[in-house]
């Protein structure tokens, strides 16, 4: 066979074209849902407002009654971050605990409190479920309106969203680890406790304790944002300046959240390096 | 066991002077957190505030479950599943194009250049991109779209510039050598051997921004969301309780849908 002159065609290029085709079809109502007018970013009111605000980012604000009004938020975000996270371990570890189902003392034979022990699982399941179902900002707005604007809110949300993820995450490390010595302990009558003292937590503690500190990683960029809804820290700051239409204090307080950001992304890369 | 000394015991114990202090620091942390703050943990758990906050809860019950407030809710459901599914889309497309240079096929000044982009646009909350996306685009689903796109592109930016760099690079070398157009080369050589890997980031980016769609409405960019605020501010809490059980569903919904994709994926032979 001589070789052709024009490059073959695709053979597949047909079923290839209807795919997309098909696929165009199917964004069309995504796209109306999602009211997708990039006409309107040049609105010319949009452009006005737009560019005023971006005109202001440079020079960012940096007097020093600003930049001290910053650094106590920082504080505040930080210190909200470590508080919400030392309380949502007062929830989860009760939680994980409950759901390992190496540590269940019912389980090791039919005895009168299988049952019971059961639905007491079931029970910190859903409770789970529900804590870290709900997203930490929807906590926080809620209970912004139970106790009030400021920090505490944004704590207890934390605390909240926290507990349920962390709980969920402990008893499945627990369970992945080797779960024979806890079982002998158990089955050799010491209590669950002891038995997670002493035959789980040896082998577990540096992931438990690895995940912990990814967490506060988290709970540092969550409580950047809880402010928007008015749960103290940076966030609050931002929300102000960008009510008013501040562009300078809206640039200077981004440069903290990535520096923030950055700073607690390498303290827990350096700290999980440390355990490990 | 009872014939321990005081020795074997303290041994058997193993005190570990490092571990004790460095507790005692973590504590000390987050006593002056909490100090800092100036929470009064007492009086947050006290009774008083305890019966406020049932007080409270019971505001929210029995959820508003008309047929016509279901029907806005669906809505709001759907709203936001656009909402996230095009911004991931967008996200995906512009991802794609920024790898190209990240992944340093188009010079190395370029490559720094992409890099601080795809950084600068990740480290920015997708809640602070909403909140200035409602200042560039108005109110409504429009701005959360763009706002989930931004972050998610500079996330996925990176991603696929690193799957890219991974490439095997044989496949597009062999069509390159037997003259084919480097565009051509990239599309059917390098392409698919990592459009798997694009797929399933994308896809675990989308289930990402699905749980943050249902929030970027408290800055007005739409969804279940504005909802939410809209109906919390008005004080109809029967009406906003029904819009957080809607948003647990959904959120339930898609974590037991991905896990159950996930476990198919790792079944061998599936």
């Not at chain 1, 926080?140 to 400021?150: C, M």
């Not at chain 2, 998610?152 to 799957?163: C, D, H, N, P, Y």
């Not at chain 2, 157009?181 to 797929?199: D, K, M, R």
């Not at chain 2, 896990?259 to 198919?264: F, K, T």
Request: hydrophobic fraction near 55%; include cysteine.
């Amino acid at each position: 066979m001589p070789p052709s002159l024009t490059p073959p065609r695709d053979p597949d290029a047909l079923r290839r074209a209807g795919w997309t085709l098909l696929a165009l079809l199917a964004l069309w109502p995504l796209l109306q849902l999602a009211q997708f007018r990039p006409a309107d970013l040049f609105d010319a009111r949009n452009l006005a407002v737009m560019g005023g605000f971006l005109g202001q980012f440079f020079p960012p604000n940096l007097s020093a009654e600003f930049l001290a009004l910053a650094f106590k938020a920082t504080l505040e975000t930080l210190a909200m971050a470590t508080a919400g996270i030392a309380l949502a371990l007062l929830l989860a570890l009760p939680l994980g605990l409950a759901l390992t189902y190496s540590l269940s003392v019912s389980r090791i034979g039919p005895g009168p409190g299988r049952g019971a022990g059961e639905a007491l699982r079931a029970l910190a399941r859903m409770a789970l479920l529900l804590l870290r179902g709900i997203p930490e900002l929807v906590w926080a707005l809620l209970l912004v309106r139970a106790f009030g604007l400021g920090p505490a809110a944004g704590v207890l949300a934390l605390a909240l969203t926290y507990g349920g993820m962390l709980g969920k995450v402990y008893s499945e490390i627990l369970e992945s680890g080797d779960t024979r010595p806890a079982r002998v302990l158990l089955e050799s009558g010491s209590g669950r406790l002891m038995a997670f003292f002493y035959g789980l937590l040896p082998g577990a503690a540096q992931e438990l304790a690895s995940y912990t500190i990814y967490r506060w990683e988290c709970a540092v960029r969550a409580s950047v944002i809880m402010g928007f809804v008015g749960a103290g820290g940076l966030g609050q700051l931002m929300d102000q300046s960008m009510k008013m239409l501040n562009g300078g204090e809206v640039s200077t307080i981004l440069a903290i959240f990535l520096l923030l950001v950055l700073l607690a992304d390498a303290l827990s890369v350096f700290l999980r390096k440390l355990l490990a | 066991m009872s014939g321990a000394t005081f020795a074997e015991r303290r041994a058997a114990m193993g005190f570990c002077l490092h571990c004790w202090t460095t507790l005692l620091l973590l504590a000390l942390l987050v006593w002056a957190s909490f100090s800092y703050l100036s929470l009064d943990l007492a009086r947050l758990f006290s009774a008083e505030s305890g019966r406020g906050m049932l007080q409270f809860i019971g505001r929210f019950f029995p959820p508003d479950a008309s047929a016509e407030f279901l029907r806005k809710i669906a809505k709001g459901t759907l709203e936001t599943l656009a909402i996230s599914a095009v911004g991931t889309l967008l996200a995906a497309g512009a991802g794609l194009l920024l790898a190209l240079p990240a992944a340093g096929r188009l010079g190395g000044e370029l490559k720094a250049l992409t890099r601080f982009l795809l950084n600068a646009l990740r480290s920015v909350p997708e809640l602070v991109w909403a909140a200035l996306m409602v200042l560039a685009a108005g109110l409504g689903p429009f701005a959360g779209t763009l706002a989930l796109a931004l972050h998610t592109a500079g996330v996925l930016g990176r991603l696929f510039a690193e799957s890219l760099e991974n490439a095997p690079p044989e496949p597009a070398r062999a069509l390159l050598d037997s003259g084919a157009a480097p565009g051509l080369a990239f599309v059917y050589a390098t392409l698919p051997a990592i459009t798997p890997q694009l797929v399933s980031y994308s896809l675990y980016r989308w289930e990402m921004n699905i749980r943050m769609a249902t929030v970027l409405g408290f800055v007005g960019a739409g969804g279940l969301g504005q909802m939410l605020y809209y109906e919390l501010s008005l004080l109809h809490e029967p009406r906003a309780s029904s819009v957080i059980i809607a948003m647990l569903a959904l959120v339930v919904l898609v974590d037991a849908t991905s896990a159950w994709v996930r476990r198919r994926q790792m079944r061998p032979g599936a």
